[in-house]
């Protein structure tokens, strides 16, 4: 039996009890840089002001940036629970504002080698997951590594971050070029917003948002959604340059701001019509461990 198999037949026994399921964020980009993890760490703390428990799951494997932001070094990873028989409770460490951070270390990448009994455990464990959050942030690494491609195609809903940086819309565009051209890409199972980072106002990032889209509509026949900008200014900087949350440390800056606003509209396009609801944490990882 292989992974997909297995994973279908846990899915199957556990399709009753998971209704709706988490709700899964993946965010990504065509290089390294431009604020990815910053996004993540700052979009959790927004989410949890509104009441939502957030878990951030790290699958930048070889970088630490979200730990170091949270200022706490995990005593253990996903590589513990598949391989050495930690709960999900055990590898969830705890940060800023009660939100969960999961680190995926190199059990990431050794998750197209997994044996039978230990697909079922893993997706077992990430069935109780369900339980513990409504919203899992997918923090990938940079580029179109295989890794980053896999997590794009399994998630729901993209959030693609780029800078106005001429180098940074061009990689931007390689990632969604690669992801496009996939042959299990679905433009209806796959919502991809762009997130345009360290802007000097919403008409740059606007500006930012249509130079990639035309390519994505002319070359590769899809779009992307315009989500919105983080704006650079100095409590950003400050906190960039000492590792700290500019969400926790000044929430009343220019971008704390706008991670809010940035929350607040996910929350409304919840509402319409992005294939979020009952896809869930289980058949995300399915959908993952399928193509890895």
Do not use: W
Request: aromatic share 8%; glycine share 10%.
């Amino acid at each position: 039996m292989d992974q997909a198999e297995g994973l279908r037949n846990v899915v199957k026994m556990q399709s009753q009890q998971d209704i709706e399921g988490t709700r899964v964020i993946t965010i990504t980009s065509g290089k390294g840089g431009v604020g990815k993890s910053n996004l993540a760490v700052n979009l959790a703390v927004a989410f949890s002001n509104i009441g939502k428990k957030v878990i951030i799951f790290d699958a930048d494997f070889g970088l630490a940036n979200v730990e170091v932001m949270f200022g706490t070094i995990p005593k253990y990873n996903l590589s513990d629970m598949i391989y050495g028989g930690k709960s999900i409770e055990d590898i969830i460490t705890e940060g800023p504002m009660g939100i969960g951070f999961i680190s995926g270390g190199s059990g990431i990448l050794g998750l197209n080698n997994l044996t039978e009994e230990q697909v079922q455990f893993l997706v077992s464990s990430l069935h109780r997951l369900e339980g513990l959050c409504d919203v899992l942030i997918v923090d990938t690494g940079a580029g179109i590594s295989d890794q980053v491609l896999n997590f794009v195609l399994a998630s729901p809903e993209v959030l693609l971050v780029s800078t106005p940086e001429p180098s940074s819309i061009t990689d931007a565009y390689s990632l969604m070029k690669a992801t496009f051209m996939n042959p299990e890409f679905s433009k209806g199972k796959t919502k991809i917003h762009l997130v345009a980072n360290k802007v000097t106002s919403e008409a740059e990032g606007k500006a930012v948002y249509d130079k990639l889209n035309s390519v994505v509509h002319r070359f590769l026949g899809g779009e992307v959604s315009y989500l919105g900008m983080i704006p650079q200014d100095q409590s950003l900087e400050k906190a960039v340059r000492t590792q700290q949350i500019v969400s926790v440390d000044a929430p009343l800056a220019k971008s704390s701001r706008a991670f809010s606003h940035l929350a607040y509209l996910l929350m409304d396009l919840e509402e319409e019509q992005i294939p979020v609801r009952g896809f869930g944490l289980t058949r995300f990882f399915e959908s993952f461990l399928h193509r890895a």
